[in-house]
């Protein structure tokens, strides 16, 4: 309304200059402006209420995860922006998603400049790999090697470093990038690549950290299956 009645003020004190090519007189173009001036403003809000918003939802997800009937001990809640969506919930439609698959996302291998990094075997390949290695060990008239088999750095047993949704296995030539970033005043394109890769990994997602009531560490948690996995591997890399 401030603005409004200013601005038919300026209009009348703006109403002889031609180039303006108002036709209207100042009392209707404040009432014009009027909307125009509400339209903007409705885009407009408050940061303390933005704040306000957030310490609810936050407070507001530990009711949630105190609710027993809506308690999930694998689960548990993943996301605290969601609150509000619960109450325009009407119907549940449910289908047989998940019950032989599991919606869960695992880092294998990544392209940071010009080189890739990580076989990305998958767990059925690796299980293939271990059965055709039993197999062949079992036979007496093949002799052939394990390493003819499995890639390095492919097998369960060279994977040094774990970490959830990380399945990873080339951390050591990774993790030297990233050291020679750090430590090198002059470091080399590709080492600056990967700290900026791992930096945007880091930052750029919704994930909370919450603490586990078991083994009372802070794990990650989202909304969305690829920040955690992206976080995770971000974590997971230091």
Known sequence: LVCAVLSGEWLAANSGAWYLNYSQSPEVGAFYKFFTWFIIFAQFIPISLLVSMEMVKYFQAFFMQWDIGMYARLHGKQDNGLNEELGQVQYVFSDKTGTLTENSLDFRKCYIGNEDFGQG?????????????????????????????SAPGSTDTNLRHHAPHVNFDEYERLHGYLIEAVTKPKPSLQAVLVRRFLTVLALNNSCFPVQDEETKELVIRAASPDDECLTCFANFMG
């Open 121 to 149: 075997d998958t767990e059925i390949g690796r299980a293939a790999k271990r059965r055709q290695e039993m197999d062949v060990s079992k036979s007496k008239s093949v002799n052939v090697r394990q390493d003819d088999f």
